[in-house]
């Protein structure tokens, strides 16, 4: 399984935007990047996936480097309900197939 | 509500003891997945059912572990004689495959305590 790596947390001030970053140097080509988080004392829950093009839905944007071996989840005004860990994964399009998650990163929003 | 469920919520037992989870995933969803959760580190894949064929199980996975979906619905995992170090959130999902959007809903959970 290819590997990500992200910062073990960060910190963001509410309205403010968040940019959270994940690397993923060994990225093959058919794999797509899938952002989940999980809130407090829940099971996680999707946010965003993409694979070359940046990519925007409600929740949030994805921003994905050239060489795709990076890419940054950005939320464009965080709020208290943001906190949460934020897992970087990477898998294949449609199939559903088990995730790997790594230890995320812990994001603190302070109002 | 429509969405995973999971039953019990919590579950404390003692050392050696069998204990078993249920999950109902979302109706319509053909893929249900078990993962494990300790403190501070990100769900750990189990095992995963397409309909009621059990199609990949984790190499990490104890052969004290197993799990069910008999009818392609709901799913089962138990695990017998437990240790404690098998303590842990206990999460379930599910999804619709072939779906261009790979997501996973996951249930609330299960959480664990062996004595």
């Known amino acids: 399984d290819a590997k990500t790596t992200q910062p073990n947390s960060m910190e963001s001030n509410e309205e403010e935007p968040v940019h959270l970053p994940c690397n993923h140097s060994?990225?093959?080509?058919?794999?797509?990047i899938h952002w989940y988080r999980q809130l407090p004392s829940q099971g996680p829950e999707y946010v965003i996936h993409?694979?070359?093009s940046n990519v925007n839905n409600r929740m949030a944007s994805l921003a994905i480097a050239e060489d795709r071996k990076s890419s940054t989840l950005i939320l464009h005004r965080a709020t208290l309900r943001d906190a949460a860990v934020y897992y970087c994964?990477?898998?294949?399009?449609?199939?559903?197939?088990?995730?790997?998650f790594g230890k995320g990163t812990k994001l603190t929003v302070n109002p | 509500d429509t969405g995973v469920s999971q039953d019990p919520r919590h579950k404390i037992t003692k050392r050696g003891q069998n204990v078993t989870f249920r999950c109902d995933p979302i109706?319509?969803?053909?893929?249900l997945y078990w993962y494990r959760q300790t403190l501070g580190q990100g769900p750990e894949f189990l095992t995963y059912?397409?309909?009621?064929?059990?199609?990949?199980k984790s190499r990490l996975l104890s052969d004290r572990f197993s799990a069910e979906r008999p009818k392609g619905s709901f799913s089962t995992l138990e695990i017998q004689r437990t240790e404690q170090g098998d303590s842990a959130m206990y999460l379930c999902?599910?999804?619709?495959?072939?779906?261009?959007?790979?997501?996973?809903?996951f249930g609330p959970g299960t959480r664990l305590t062996v004595l």
């Open positions: 999902a599910s999804s619709l495959f072939p779906r261009e959007r790979n997501e996973q809903f």
């Open positions: 060994t990225i093959s080509g058919t794999d797509y």
């Open positions: 993409g694979l070359t």
């Open positions: 994964i990477l898998g294949k399009q449609g199939g559903s197939e088990k995730l790997v």
């Open positions: 109706s319509e969803h053909n893929r």
């Open positions: 059912f397409q309909n009621e064929a059990q199609l990949e």
